[in-house]
C-alpha cells in the first residue's frame, strides 16, 4: 500500500514538473524591432503613443504604460517602469496597477509620485532633473523636458516631468518625454537609440525635432509620440545623408 502510494505520488509530481515545465516554455517573451549592440541586443516593442516596451536580455521596461490592460496582455510583465510626466497619456495608476508584478519598480518625477498609490509609491525611485539612479544594471538619468515657446510653458513647464537616458553597458537610450527642441537635448552624446516626440501645440513640430536629432546625432531614431504628425516628412528632413536610421512604426495601430 505505501509503494502504490509513493508511485501514485512520484506519477503526480512528474505530471506536474511536466506541466511546469510547458509552463516554462511558454513564458511570454517580449518580441519587437531588435537592435544588436556591442554588449547585447535591445528589443523595442511600440504599444500606444507615449507608451513602449524594452528589452535587454531577460529584463523587459515600460515607459509610461496607460490605457486598458488588454494593450499589455500579449506583453511579459515589466521589471522597471519609467513614468515621465502628469498627464493622462503618460501616467494612469489603475494601467500600473494591471500590468505591474509584485517586485516592478518604478521611476518617476516628484510630480508624478505624488501622484502614485500607496503600494506603487513605496516601489518607486523619484529622480529630479539630472539625478540618477541604477536599478537591474540599468543606469537611469533623468533629463530636462519642458516648453521653450512661451504660450506652450504651462503645457510643460521645466522641471515638473523627466526625460530619461538609459545606460547599459555601452548603449545609451534617449526617451524625450514631451518636449521640445531644447538645448540639453541636442547636448546629448552617444546615444545610440533616440525616441522623440512630436505633436503640436504640446511638443514640436517635424521640422524643430528633426533638426535637434540632426544635431545630436543618435544612431538610430524612433518618432513617436507623433498623433496629426507627418512622421514621412520627418524621415525627409533627418536625411539619408545624415548616417541616422530613422525607424517609422505604428503607435497607433487598433
Known amino acids: 500500500m505505501n509503494v502504490r502510494r509513493r508511485t501514485v505520488r512520484a506519477l ?4 506536474l514538473g511536466a506541466a511546469s515545465g510547458i509552463a516554462l516554455a511558454d513564458k511570454v517573451v517580449l518580441t519587437g524591432d531588435r537592435i544588436p549592440t556591442d554588449a547585447g541586443s535591445w528589443i523595442v516593442r511600440p ?18 504604460p496607460v490605457g486598458p490592460a488588454q494593450r499589455f496582455e500579449k506583453l511579459p510583465r515589466p521589471d522597471l517602469v519609467l513614468l515621465t510626466d502628469i498627464h493622462a497619456d503618460h ?17 518617476a518625477p516628484p510630480a508624478v509620485a505624488d501622484r502614485l498609490p500607496e503600494e506603487l509609491r513605496a516601489r ?27 504660450e506652450r510653458q504651462h503645457f510643460h513647464p521645466r522641471g515638473r516631468g523627466n526625460g530619461y537616458v538609459i545606460h547599459v553597458d555601452s548603449s545609451r537610450l534617449y526617451i524625450s518625454g514631451d518636449t521640445e527642441d531644447i538645448p540639453e537635448m541636442r547636448q546629448l552624446q552617444d546615444i545610440h537609440v533616440a525616441f522623440i516626440c512630436m505633436n503640436l501645440p504640446y511638443t514640436m513640430s517635424v521640422e524643430q525635432a528633426a533638426d535637434a536629432v540632426r544635431t545630436f546625432r543618435p544612431r538610430i531614431v524612433y518618432p513617436y509620440h507623433y498623433r496629426g504628425s ?15 536610421e530613422v525607424r517609422l512604426r505604428d503607435w497607433y495601430a487598433p
Open 12 to 15: 503526480a509530481m512528474g505530471l
Open 91 to 107: 501616467f494612469s495608476h489603475e494601467t500600473l496597477r494591471a500590468v505591474c508584478k509584485p517586485d516592478t519598480q518604478l521611476i
Open 230 to 244: 507627418d512622421v514621412e516628412r520627418f524621415r525627409q528632413l533627418v536625411g539619408e545623408e545624415s548616417g541616422i
Open 124 to 150: 518607486s525611485t523619484v529622480l529630479t532633473n539630472g539625478q540618477s539612479t541604477t536599478l537591474f544594471g540599468f543606469r537611469v538619468t533623468a533629463v530636462p523636458m519642458y516648453n521653450l515657446v512661451s
Open 47 to 64: 504599444i500606444h503613443h507615449a507608451s513602449l516596451a524594452l528589452g535587454w536580455e531577460d529584463r523587459v521596461l515600460y515607459v509610461d
